[in-house]
């Protein structure tokens, strides 16, 4: 009587795998064993004797494995004979986890920002996707980058995702989309009517930033008549103070005039580089001869009446 003994491995992971021995014929003490160690019996026999299948965990990714089977074939003459399967090689394949990649966005400025990834493997061909385009970092291979991204526009949008590929089995793993907003120049707002009883001039801005000076500018076309400096403050109400000399030449001007639409021009900069400005029209109305004696009085300049 001749009995065969088929040894089938199958669902390979990197960790695990199954193994199943088959014979034509009932048998008992179906055992594997594997790499030649020791022999150890089937957990799942089949009730019919016919076959044996056993699920083998926690096994080491990238590895080779020899696995062997046999079972006991009880004869009609009483005889037991052991049937042995022809031995199976496998290779288990590499973990095909994908890296886990973290993207932080720091040091936003008008025109650049610098964003450093972070991977829970070794990685390479790090890229930084900016609105759908995509950057290279400088080659290497590392768990942590940092990129230093430029040339980009003042009060604009930028969705940024990193991805990289884990060295170990060259698959690619991308972090979540981080949206940052690039400050600007600051936006003048209003600006409330002169009153030449002062020197101060009461407007209100909105900042994107801080850290930035402005400069105030009140302009007829393009002659400058008064230039307020090494202002600063975030969004909301702001105060310039001219001089009394200041005052007197923007009054002295008006007066020429009886009425003119000035321009008030915020400049917005950073050090001494000029980041952008806004502006708004405002009508300037000289006052009465009268006030105008009132106002100055009050300084000891003056007036031309």
Wanted: with cysteine; hydrophobic share 40%.
């Amino acid at each position: 009587m001749s009995t065969q003994l088929l040894l089938t491995v199958y669902d390979v992971t990197s960790d695990s795998f199954k193994i199943k021995a088959e014979a034509d014929s009932a048998c008992t003490d179906w055992l594997y064993r594997i790499n030649q160690g020791t022999w150890t019996a089937f957990t799942t026999p089949d009730g019919s004797g016919k076959f044996a299948i056993e699920e083998l965990a926690d096994q080491v990714e990238n590895s080779t494995y020899l696995v062997e089977a046999k079972a006991t074939l009880t004869v009609a003459e009483g005889d037991d004979i052991v049937i042995i399967a022809k031995p199976v090689k496998i290779t288990t394949p590499k973990n095909a986890t994908a890296p886990t990649i973290t993207a932080e966005i720091v040091n936003v400025t008008e025109d650049s920002f610098t964003v450093s990834g972070i991977s829970n493997y070794e990685c390479e061909n790090w890229i930084c996707i900016i609105n759908g385009v995509g950057q290279f970092f400088p080659p290497g291979k590392s768990s942590s980058r940092i990129l230093t991204v430029k040339g980009l526009s003042q009060k604009t949008s930028y969705n940024v995702q990193l991805s990289a590929q884990r060295v170990y089995n060259q698959v690619v793993g991308q972090s979540s989309v981080a949206s940052i907003e690039t400050p600007g120049f600051t936006e003048l707002a209003s600006v409330d009517p002169i009153n030449f009883a002062s020197n101060d001039i009461t407007m209100s801005w909105v900042a994107y930033a801080a850290g930035y000076t402005h400069k105030l500018l009140i302009k007829d076309e393009n002659k400058i008549i008064v230039t307020i400096s090494d202002l600063e403050g975030l969004s909301g109400s702001q105060t310039a103070t001219m001089t009394a000399g200041q005052r007197k030449a923007l009054l002295d001007y008006t007066i020429l005039r009886q009425s003119f639409l000035a321009t008030i021009e915020l400049q917005t900069l950073k050090g001494n580089t000029l980041i952008g400005s806004s502006s708004v029209d405002l009508a300037i109305e000289a006052l009465s001869g009268a006030m105008l004696t009132e106002v100055y009085d009050e300084d000891g300049i003056e007036l031309l009446i």
